[in-house]
């Protein structure tokens, strides 16, 4: 798979990993009365990645933080080159 397509899928992965579990952080903490609670955040994080993980996984491997992607890099298991241009697209995403 060429770069270009797997840093647009890792981007769009972190936008919506942000979007959907930061923001329903927000939405518990904002309404605590009858927001979602730690529960609902819990099912959103985990639903935000199992999307992207069906949806990208099999382009760029669905990382979604540069945290995995250092860490994969450390073990071995993903090329060098690769690695900075995965951080600025996830960290670009997760502001977008």
Same mark, same amino acid.
């Given at each position: 798979?060429?770069?270009?397509?797997?840093l647009?899928a890792e981007?769009?992965?972190?936008?919506?990993?942000? #979007?959907?579990?930061?923001g329903?952080?927000v939405l518990?903490a904002t309404?605590?009365?009858?927001?979602?609670?730690?529960?609902?955040?819990?099912?959103?994080?985990?639903?935000?990645?199992?999307?992207?993980?069906?949806?990208?996984g099999h382009?760029?491997?669905?990382h #979604?933080?540069?945290?995995?992607?250092?860490?994969?890099?450390?073990?071995k298991?993903?090329?060098?080159a690769?690695?900075?241009p995965?951080i600025?697209?996830q960290?670009?995403?997760?502001?977008?």
């Amino acid at each position: 798979m060429p770069l270009s397509k797997r840093l647009t899928a890792e981007f769009i992965g972190t936008l919506w990993l942000v #979007l959907g579990g930061c923001g329903s952080a927000v939405l518990a903490a904002t309404f605590p009365n009858v927001g979602i609670g730690l529960l609902g955040v819990s099912f959103a994080f985990g639903l935000t990645v199992l999307t992207m993980a069906y949806a990208v996984g099999h382009i760029s491997g669905c990382h #979604l933080n540069p945290a995995v992607s250092f860490g994969l890099w450390a073990g071995k298991r993903f090329p060098t080159a690769d690695l900075v241009p995965y951080i600025i697209a996830q960290v670009l995403g997760a502001i977008a």
